[in-house]
């Protein structure tokens, strides 16, 4: 079965710089490939979404890419802010638009931007 | 605002007494799903319902009955918890048209199974 595999570590940036998460996935690759933010004590919210044949993906701060030879997809987040302190979830997604598919996440890794 | 609105959010019962967390969407999507989530093992599907009185079996579904007998509502019932139901619960839809899967999710119910 496919497996997701994001950093379990928490990762803790400065405010300004560049973050970057890292999904890597196995077996073969999804048709679709999301990015979800989770507050504590809150439900995922949708950020980004890639499909199999797009290398890049950008929404105002936001850059995702998608290397399915490498069975990768990494998350950046530009000029970061604390407000941007979250957990992000990957999720895979296998099947065509409007199917019985569904979403298989990954664990979530935990971002901390500090002032 | 567009919304999936669960209740209870919080909730503490005993082992064995039958409780139902309601799941409503307003967004008239015609697919609804319910999912927990644990620590170290990340969100995992219960249950599903692709419309009306269509519903199937996630990745977890030992414990758990649900009904889909309007599309705005999806409850998930546990007919006699145990302290392994313990979980923090999301219910999430989707509509089902051309393009990805994107779910809205709920804020979240915690359920804690004494």
């Known amino acids: 079965s496919q497996k997701i595999e994001q950093n379990s570590e928490a990762l803790n940036i400065q405010e300004g710089k560049t973050a970057t998460l890292t999904c890597n996935y196995t077996n073969y690759s999804p048709a679709y490939l999301q990015w979800y933010r989770q507050d504590p004590g809150r439900g995922p919210v949708f950020l980004l979404l890639?499909?199999?044949?797009?290398k890049e993906k950008r929404k105002e701060r936001l850059k995702v890419t998608f290397d399915t030879t490498l069975k990768q997809s990494l998350f950046h987040i530009t000029a970061s802010q604390p407000a941007d302190s979250a957990t992000y979830l990957c999720a895979l997604d296998m099947g065509k638009a409007g199917t019985a598919s569904k979403l298989t996440f990954g664990t979530g890794t935990r971002l901390q931007v500090t002032l | 605002e567009a919304q999936v609105t669960q209740n209870p959010r919080y909730l503490i019962t005993v082992t064995g007494k039958k409780l139902t967390v309601t799941c409503s969407q307003n967004m008239n999507h015609e697919y609804m799903s319910w999912y927990r989530q644990d620590p170290g093992l990340g969100l995992r599907q219960i249950y599903y319902s692709m419309n009306v009185e269509v519903t199937d079996k996630g990745d977890v579904p030992e414990g758990y009955k649900v009904s889909r007998k309007e599309k705005r509502n999806f409850p998930l019932i546990l007919e006699s918890p145990s302290p392994n139901q313990t979980s923090l619960y999301f219910c999430?839809?989707?509509?089902?048209?051309?393009?990805?899967?994107?779910?809205?999710f709920g804020a979240g119910s915690r359920l804690t199974v004494l």
């Open positions: 999430a839809s989707r509509k089902d048209r051309a393009g990805a899967n994107v779910l809205t």
């Open positions: 890639i499909r199999e044949n797009e």
